[in-house]
């Protein structure tokens, strides 16, 4: 069975002009696999994350034909049930640890809370725990950085601490939501090379969100793309390059690559046929009428 | 902006006005900004309670410009036979205080008095903060150390307390009163005018008007002041509540309009000694006054939602 | 909200403690030029009186031998700054002059009076947090519910409301109707100057005495005008504290804090009130100090021997050493209160260090 299942997935804002869909039908499923979700800003790929964990505030309405966990339907559970499955066995990275650090508490006290939560730990064993867990994200100065605060650790050892965080739980499923868009490009692989090791050893499932189409492919198992509130395309990373929607073509040939060097990058064109309920692909319709990934796609490794 | 929804609420009506508000591409520049006020009103207009607040003060100014008309008597005339009539006496609707007169008319007549003080102090204070702040920020440097340090001086001192002892060194009277607190209400829009112009300096097109040639004192004057005048407009609506509480706690005091003028502090004033017993002499100025300054609190906040983009209070 | 927050950073590198030291260095001289103008200001409107403070020493029918010798020992015939010197030497040694309406040293005079607004303005704030900081912060977790409806209107009538109209009405509606609360001034007529004043807060004083009972009616008269005062300051406080809430509740951290399984309750009070603690205190801060001004009407109304009642006093009685030195002492309160509020902010922000 696949660790989620994500089926016909809605998410709506009421605005003075009627409603606005962010995201419209999203269906997909993980294993335990790294899957990639590509899209531009304002596709409806952060949206996707944090409707799984079920964090979209009213006005916001998500609605979905089923969100199961290990066949569990989480859109049936109470908050109170909601509370566990956070954190234990879902979590996310965001963005920018400038900001998804409380900034007024010191770091282990961040760390211990994550990890008290789902356990009954006592204080002492936690912050051993936690000084483990800053260890396993290489963080040599580790009980300096323990009584540290967010603001005196630079952004690369800041998302580390933010790894450490999310897994110290041992969640089955991790949620990076754009996790190095805010780093400087010098740390940005080695936080990505820290992440994947920690997702392999412990297998989890990795839903890995970035606008950053070279680096989802080097990085995940299958991607998906996302283009105004749908998925348009789904296929293996490797396979990428050979990617049929028009927009996902766009997206390739808008990035500069060193193999095929051209005097000019393409400008990305859109279409708003791509946002209707069938697109109707002029070039290659045969095998596209059908952009949602079907479940037997996902079941890989 | 929000063009779609304008067009939508209008849909069943639409006129050539209104399409011509609504144009996608203004085909001037009068058309632009009249679509600009359009949407900032219809906007406006979906805030109850600010439109709520502008009614009232509306209302006020009408009762001030007609009061001749609308009250029922003179408000000086004495009449010590008729002294502390209840409320819903015969020919005195509100009563009469300790002096006879008709409460009505007297707080019908306060509204002159009170849209005077306001109407005062809102061209002395904004207008010398602006001066302040604007040749502050523009010129910088000794000039913004000493006129900042200035107003630091005066932010530091109890308001009421400085108008107090401001008041006490002119004499009591109104003209003394607005300057007292106009004395201390300037320090904010100093503040404000000054922190808008550090950022207007440096741009551009400021740079430009400067290679064309223009001075310090146009400079400011054609193209910072402009831009200062939204903030310190809803500042200023925001105010005119303390200002209002501030001149009806110098009348209060005995230290605002002198007697036998209908002032509505010096009126609670005057009641206050027969509150046991006649509690509507103080009651119904005061009550006046809440309504006046509550509505300027009402539209300031729908103005500050609207004006200021970092409230975004939707 | 505070003027620091402005400052550029520092661009060459100095160890902590140097860095400390400067940055204390810059708060007590800004503080002093502060003090100074505040005095200058004073001393300026004490010159533009148009009463001759001559006459009021030496009487109306002083000959003018007298009134000469008199105007020149006030040093009257000096230059202006030279009498500004001599009234800030005056005002460093504590020294405001003689109350011109009955011969008594101004400092005394506010001594006394002065723990009396003190006392008035404390509870008044301590009602204020108590209940200004839960309204502020449900409003906020419950943006545009019936509560947060609720707190605006609250708010807003608190900020339309001339304070001493309030005060007559509560005094009309709770003692002259219903009788619940003790009448104005701070005890009954029985109980005046029972109490040896050790520190000048009857409510204090009462209970060091074992004066239960003086205890029991002091209660009964400060409940009334503090509870007005509490009201201007709930109605500010839980303003300022919804707009922290709100943009705090927005800010990623309380996404992650969400994200780790944490009830709502740990999110809101843990994490997000965690950071708006500190900007809490400013608020807090302002509005005692505003408090202190606040009760200048309000001690009218209730007859409250503070400092508000004895500068209005002095005022209707032209007593102008005795205005002058009521506004220093309240002006130098306010500078203090903003000055501690700056230092608090640095000491419990673990950013600003």
Redesign the interface.
């Known amino acids: 069975m696949n660790l989620l299942e994500v089926d016909n997935l809605h998410v709506q804002f009421p605005t003075r002009s009627g409603t606005f869909d962010a995201v419209r039908g999203v269906s997909f499923s993980l294993g335990r696999e790294r899957l990639g979700i590509v899209g531009e800003s304002g596709s409806g790929k952060s949206l996707t994350g944090r409707a799984i964990l079920r964090l979209i505030k009213p006005p916001g309405i998500v609605t979905a034909d089923k969100i199961s966990l290990e066949g569990e339907n989480l859109l049936d559970l109470s908050e109170r049930q909601m509370r566990k499955v956070r954190g234990q066995r879902i979590s996310m990275v965001m963005q920018d640890p400038k900001f998804s650090l409380n900034p007024v508490m010191r770091v282990g006290e961040q760390i211990v809370e994550a990890y008290s939560q789902h356990t009954r730990a006592s204080r002492k064993e936690a912050k051993a725990k936690a000084i483990e867990m800053l260890e396993a994200v290489s963080i040599r100065d580790s009980e300096r950085v323990f009584r540290a605060y967010p603001h005196e650790m630079s952004g690369g050892m800041g998302q580390r601490i933010m790894i450490a965080m999310m897994l110290i739980p041992n969640p089955q499923i991790l949620i990076a939501d754009e996790p190095t868009s805010a780093l400087d490009v010098s740390v940005q692989t080695q936080v990505l090379s820290i992440m994947d090791r920690l997702v392999q050893e412990r297998g989890m499932g990795l839903v890995f969100i970035s606008h950053d189409l070279n680096l989802v492919s080097a990085f995940c198992d299958r991607v998906l793309i996302m283009y105004g509130g749908r998925v348009v395309e789904t296929c293996r990373a490797d396979q990428l390059y050979n990617a049929k929607h028009p927009y996902t073509q766009g997206l390739l040939n808008s990035l500069p690559r060193l193999d095929t060097p051209v005097n000019r990058l393409q400008v990305l064109q859109r279409d708003d046929a791509w946002m209707t309920d069938n697109p109707q692909l002029d070039d290659k319709p045969d095998d596209l009428t059908q952009p949602h990934i079907s479940k037997t796609d996902a079941e890989t490794p | 902006m ?1 063009n ?2 304008a067009s ?1 609420s209008g849909a069943s009506t639409i006129t050539g006005l209104r399409a011509w508000l609504n144009a996608e591409v203004p085909g001037s520049r009068w058309q632009a900004r009249a679509s600009a006020w359009y949407h900032g009103w219809l906007e406006f207009k979906s805030n109850r309670l600010a439109l709520l607040g502008l009614l009232i003060l509306i209302a006020l100014v009408l009762i001030a410009i007609f009061a001749p008309l609308l009250s029922p008597h003179d408000p000086y005339t004495q009449n010590l036979s008729n002294r502390l009539l209840p409320m819903g006496s015969e020919g005195h609707l509100l009563g009469t205080d300790s002096l006879g007169r008709d409460l009505l008319s007297r707080m019908i007549y306060g509204a002159r008095i009170t849209l005077y003080i306001v109407a005062l102090v809102a061209l002395i204070a904004p207008v010398a903060g602006l001066l302040v702040g604007t040749v502050a920020g523009y010129l910088g440097g000794w000039t913004d150390t000493v006129l900042m ?2 107003t ?3 932010l ?7 108008a ?8 009591a009277g109104i003209e003394n009163a607005v300057l007292a607190i106009a004395l201390t209400a300037w320090p904010p829009y100093a503040r404000i005018a000054r922190a808008e112009t550090l950022t207007i300096r440096s741009s551009d097109y400021i740079s430009a008007v400067k290679l064309q040639g223009a001075g310090a004192f146009r400079i400011i004057v054609k193209h910072i002041w402009p831009l200062c005048i939204a903030s310190l407009i809803v500042r200023i609506t925001l105010d005119m ?1 303390g200002i209002i ?1 501030a001149a ?2 110098l009348g ?4 605002g309009a002198r007697p036998p003028s209908p002032e509505w ?1 010096a009126m ?1 004033a005057d009641g ?1 000694r027969f ?2 017993d006649h ?1 509507w002499v ?2 119904m100025p ?1 009550l006046a ?2 309504t006046v ?2 509505a ?3 539209l300031g ?1 729908g103005l500050r939602d609207l004006l200021d983009p970092k409230s975004q209070g939707k | 909200m505070t003027t620091a927050a402005g400052k550029p950073p520092p661009t060459e590198y100095r160890s902590g403690w140097t860095r400390g030291s400067i940055k204390l260095a810059r708060v007590i001289g800004s503080v002093l030029v502060t003090m100074l103008g505040l005095l200058f200001i004073t001393f300026i409107i004490g010159r533009v009186m148009p009463i001759d403070p001559v006459i009021s020493v030496v009487g109306e029918r002083a000959t003018k031998e007298v009134y000469d010798a008199a105007y020149q020992e006030m040093g009257l015939d000096k230059p202006v700054l030279v009498q500004f010197f001599y009234y800030l030497s005056d005002v460093v040694r504590g020294d405001f002059g003689t109350s011109y309406l009955n011969g008594r040293p101004v400092a005394d005079e506010i001594r006394r009076v002065f723990p009396a607004t003190l006392e008035l303005a404390t509870i008044g704030t301590l009602i204020g947090i108590i209940f200004g900081v839960p309204l502020g912060m449900i409003a906020a977790v419950k943006r545009d519910s019936w509560i947060d409806q609720v707190a605006r209107v609250v708010a807003l009538v608190g900020y339309s409301m001339p304070i001493f109209w309030l005060g007559l009405v509560g005094l009309l509606v709770f003692y002259g109707i219903l009788g619940w609360v003790g009448g104005p001034g701070r005890v009954g007529i029985f109980y005046v100057d029972i109490v040896p004043p050790v520190t000048g807060m009857i409510l204090i004083d009462s209970a060091l005495d074992g004066q239960w009972e003086i205890f029991w009616d002091a209660v009964s008269h400060i409940v009334l005008p503090a509870s007005i005062l509490g009201y201007y300051s709930l109605a500010y406080i839980s303003r300022m504290t919804r707009s922290f809430m709100l943009e705090q509740l927005n800010a990623e951290y309380v996404t992650t804090a969400r994200v780790k399984g944490l009830s709502e309750w740990t999110v809101i009070w843990r994490h997000a009130f965690g950071n708006i603690k500190v900007q809490l205190i400013t608020v807090i801060a302002l509005s005692y100090a505003g408090l202190l001004e606040g009760s200048v009407l309000t001690e009218i109304i209730f007859s409250w021997p503070g400092i508000g009642s004895y500068i209005t006093t002095a005022l209707l009685s032209a007593d102008m050493n005795a205005v002058l030195g009521g506004t220093v002492v309240v002006g130098l309160v306010f500078v203090c209160l903003n000055v501690l509020s700056d230092l608090l902010y640095s000491f419990f922000d673990p950013r600003a260090k």
């Open positions: 929000n779609s929804n939508a340090r200035l630091d001086i005066f530091a001192f109890p308001r009421l307390v400085l107090l002892a401001f008041v006490a060194a002119l004499g509540a509480l009806a706690g209060f005091l005995g230290l502090g609670i206050r509150i046991l509690w103080a009651t005061g006054i809440f300054s509550l300027f609190n009402l906040d």
